[in-house]
């Protein structure tokens, strides 16, 4: 009877470390989007407008996604994310490289005014040094549109509205430039 025990308390740690690391990290991937092989890439999605932060870079106000005009590129994040605050490096490097090219944007899920507030997400932001506009989608439509998930994950829009790519995970500012490059390059054809 002990070691049913033993082996019951095991399976239950390791189903809540699984379910904690899936939370955290989000469902692993089998499917590495670079090659543009996922479902995800080549869709298109019907405008979509969001609310804005008052944050470095960024506005209160609403933005359309996909911008109807140019490419559109969004990082989803979340501030409670480590690998997110990672990011935010080659984000800044990335936006100083194409991003008077695209729509630049971060999109939080977060129910801002409820779990943080707009001057905490505000003072994160200037403390990771965002410059850029924040998206706001407390209701996640625009986060599943573009399978936002796991955190932090990155789509490039060209100016059809045709997703050109998706990847997730920590990524270089050169990695992240080739991604908005393939949308800069699909507005093309």
Avoid at 22 to 50: C, K, M, T, W
Wanted: proline letters at 6%.
């Amino acid at each position: 009877m002990r070691r049913r025990e033993v082996l019951a308390g095991l399976g239950s740690a390791g189903v809540v470390a699984g379910a904690g690391a899936v939370a955290a990290f989000g469902v692993p991937s089998f499917n590495d989007d670079s090659d543009g092989s996922s479902g995800l890439v080549g869709r298109q999605h019907d405008p979509y407008e969001i609310e804005t932060a008052d944050a470095p870079g960024s506005e209160a106000g609403t933005v359309t996604v996909p911008a109807p005009d140019r490419p559109t590129f969004i990082d989803f994040f979340a501030t409670w994310c480590d690998p997110c605050i990672k990011q935010m490096d080659a984000l800044a490097t990335t936006h100083e490289r194409v991003g008077d090219e695209v729509l630049f944007l971060s999109v939080t899920s977060e129910p801002v005014g409820e779990t943080i507030s707009e001057a905490e997400l505000a003072e994160w932001w200037d403390e990771n040094d965002g410059n850029w506009t924040i998206g706001l989608d407390p209701t996640s439509e625009l986060t599943s549109r573009y399978w936002g998930s796991p955190y932090p994950s990155a789509v490039a829009i060209d100016a059809s509205g045709t997703v050109r790519w998706h990847d997730s995970g920590i990524k270089t500012a050169d990695e992240l430039v080739a991604g908005i490059e393939r949308a800069l390059e699909g507005g093309a054809e």
